[in-house]
């Protein structure tokens, strides 16, 4: 079987790496069953060229989890089979089947199959599972999600613990060694022992660096996967939250959200976490320094007293701080992020003014709030230096006395003063810590109260085929409020479509007529009633899975930063090109479009897109609706921004699609009577004449005529 044969029908995934031929006999190999637009969707930016990294991302991404091993091919047990099996100098394989002393393989460089004989050929073997549906999911609804995900380092993390143990048992060979040379060398005046306690200690000093070291990789390692893991969930649950929670949000609200999680990663990634590891092995250092020194050992203890009653009393004043601060700087950013989004309309508008003195209202705010946090941080770093000093010059004026009273000798002077700096440093750190602790406790809130929203779907792994809906739509008794204290948007709708009629949805702004396309496509679901789409509840289907097999056209044009090819792609992501020049041509907009300095490749969707016509951007996102080989499809007031001819084009090719997709389009004008089969007149979210045009048009024409 040739690769041509194992490629997808379309020119954009033509495999030029072993690897990237064993994709899709792989997929096949697996059972998975899901569409090309999926594959493309999983598929890196260069398709053509994966590496085994790109390989079990894609996998990945379609929910196959993974495991490898080292090994050899004849080594290899059949009942794991399906595998991919790459030879550390050979092509990639994908290995079948397996019978006798053969498997049944596809070579990723002659893009065939054959017998493979087994024998001893050393490499790497990849094996994948689907994610069943009954797993348990990080992505699930679930409560303190944080500390699950924590708990995965749960051995990393007690690595570290035992370190910080190992670090504290050698941290007294130094005391030790000082004691040592103060009290045995010294007055033995002996070189030769001096010499032996050197190499000694040494050893001590450099198992202490290499523990170190180990350490801090361990918690280094904690912090990058953490990083990696968590805010790639927490982004993640943010893209599939339904849409009540995200659209009442602010932009300024859903970036605080990421913000969050950075104050943790910085949390795990400071200082503060080692002093953690060390605070329970302070007791040992203590222990230590009882049997070296004897009663000095109550200066630290009385230290730590000290420590533990000013934590107490400066810990409330210290969240009350943080939480205004909290507030006046996230005030401040929301309203950034708010301005600086609608700096065209601010200087249409002339309110350039209003907005720069609002802005150093809250600057100032939140620099008088942030000026009182940073004099209580002064004033708490300021007192454990202070605190670990005194102990210090405690230590050292108790120290001389017990040693001129003969009951310390110089040695254990020295053992004394260098394990109260040891004993204390933890601490000190520590109590700096409780600047962060509200913080880091807020955001771990923040983040955990996210993760336990309701998500639109699970996702799991995507081993199913897309549905494609034959285009019934139904309203039974439909009505929605946005909020409990807002009038309906919709009371008691009701209509039915067939496959290939169209609906022609018009009344007044704000009559509800978006809230329909926007229960069909699933972004909200109504409190009484019931969306049938091929007679099964929308409520039934999956978010994704529902926006994929329907084409919709929004109110307002989005792009993103990305070429027009690419942009169009959003729709179908394995449409070729031949097919996007087709969806351009059907509204009017190739010769446009291929006019551009580099045509389907020039890029969009920064500061550029004010230069290109609004028509321009309207029919460009007509045409990546109609590129969608959907049988529904919806536009919210397609006429924005084209004049009459254009809108006449779309118009005529609205016409050729009748009797094979479901249209429904919502606007007042009464060009598009000319393409409905039936009309909804929507008053206040209530349906004041709803059936066939001819029956509502003269009713409609009259009322508009009177206004």
């Known amino acids: 079987m040739t690769t041509k044969e194992h490629t997808l029908q379309n020119d954009l995934f033509v495999p030029e790496t072993d690897l990237a031929s ?59 089979l399906p595998c991919l099996f790459v030879p550390k100098n050979e092509s990639a394989k994908v290995l079948l089947k397996g019978a006798g002393d053969e498997f049944l393989a596809y070579d990723g460089v002659s893009c065939g199959f054959s017998q493979l004989p087994k024998k001893r050929v050393s490499g790497e073997a990849y094996f994948f599972q689907a994610v069943k549906v009954e797993q348990t999911s990080l992505l699930t609804k679930q409560k303190d999600w944080f500390h699950i995900v924590l708990a995965r380092f749960s051995s990393v993390m007690m690595l570290a613990l035992i370190i910080s143990c190992i670090l504290s048992l050698i941290a007294l ?123 000095l050992v109550y200066v630290p203890i009385a230290a730590i007293v000290l420590f533990i009653v000013l934590g107490l009393i400066i810990f409330p004043i210290i969240q009350k701080s943080n939480s205004k601060t909290s507030v006046a700087v996230s005030k401040k950013k929301q309203f950034l992020v708010e301005m600086l989004s609608n700096v065209r309309a ?36 300021t007192l454990s230096q ?24 110089m040695g254990g002077l020295m053992a004394a003063m260098l394990l109260v700096w040891r004993i204390l440093a933890p601490l000190r750190t520590g109590f700096g810590v ?32 897309v549905r494609h809906f034959k285009g019934f739509v139904s309203f039974s008794q439909v009505s929605i409020r946005y909020t409990s204290d807002a009038h309906p948007a919709l009371l008691g709708v009701n209509f039915n479509l067939n496959h290939g009629e169209s609906l022609l949805v018009v009344g007044h702004d704000g009559a509800g007529k978006s809230t329909i396309l926007k229960l069909i496509l699933g972004m909200y679901h109504p409190q009484a009633g019931r969306v049938l789409l091929d007679n099964q509840n929308v409520k039934q289907i999956d978010s994704q899975e529902l926006r994929r097999a329907v084409g919709y056209a929004p109110q307002s044009d989005t792009f993103f930063y990305e070429q027009i090819a690419q942009n169009m792609r959003f729709a179908d992501p394995a449409a070729s090109d031949e097919r996007l020049r087709q969806a351009a041509e059907k509204v009017g907009i190739l010769e446009e479009i291929e006019a551009l300095p580099e045509g389907f490749n020039t890029r969009i969707g920064d500061n550029n897109i004010a230069q290109l016509s609004a028509s321009f951007q309207r029919r460009l996102s007509l045409a990546r609706v109609l590129l969608k080989e959907s049988s529904i499809l919806l536009f919210d007031e397609p006429e924005h921004g084209l004049n009459s001819v254009q809108e006449n084009k779309f118009i005529d090719t609205l016409k050729k699609l009748k009797g094979e997709k479901t249209v429904i389009i919502t606007s007042p004008r009464t060009r598009y009577f000319a393409i409905a089969d039936y009309i909804l007149w929507l008053d206040n979210g209530r349906v004041r004449d709803y059936g066939p045009k001819k029956q509502v048009i003269p009713a409609y024409l009259k009322a508009m005529a009177s206004k």
């Open 22 to 80: 064993c994709l899709l006999p792989l997929l096949d190999a697996l059972g998975w069953r899901g569409s090309q637009s999926q594959l493309f969707e999983a598929l890196p930016h260069q398709p053509n060229n994966l590496n085994m990294s790109d390989m079990l991302n894609v996998l990945a991404s379609l929910k196959f989890a993974s495991k490898s091993l080292n090994t050899s091919l004849d080594k290899i047990d059949h009942r794991l």
């Open 173 to 295: 060979a130094s005391p030790l060694f000082i004691k040592t040379v103060y009290d045995q060398v010294l007055s033995g005046r002996s070189a030769e022992t001096l010499y032996l306690f050197v190499s000694g200690a040494g050893i001590f000093f450099f198992a202490e660096s290499l523990f170190r070291f180990l350490r801090t990789n361990l918690l280094g390692f904690v912090s990058v996967r953490l990083s990696n893991v968590v805010g790639t969930e927490l982004l993640r649950r943010i893209l599939f939250l339904p849409a009540a929670f995200t659209e009442a949000a602010s932009l300024g609200a859903q970036v605080s959200r990421i913000r969050d999680f950075e104050t943790i990663r910085d949390f795990f990634s400071g200082p503060a976490v080692v002093a953690l590891f060390e605070l329970p092995f302070v007791t040992l250092l203590l222990f230590g320094m009882y049997l070296l020194t004897g009663p």
């Open 434 to 465: 409780l600047t962060q602790v509200g913080k880091i406790y807020k955001s771990i809130e923040q983040v955990n109260r996210l993760m336990n929203m309701r998500m639109e779907r699970n996702l799991e792994a995507e081993t199913n085929v």
């Open 346 to 381: 601010i200087k249409y508008t002339g309110t350039r003014h209003y907005w720069l003195a609002k802005y150093k209202e809250l600057s100032a705010q939140a620099a008088m709030h942030s000026f009182n946090s940073g004099n209580i941080t002064t004033l708490i770093n």
């Open 386 to 409: 202070t605190l670990v000093t005194v102990a210090g010059l405690l230590t050292v004026a108790f120290g001389v006395l017990s040693v001129l009273d003969g009951n310390l000798s």
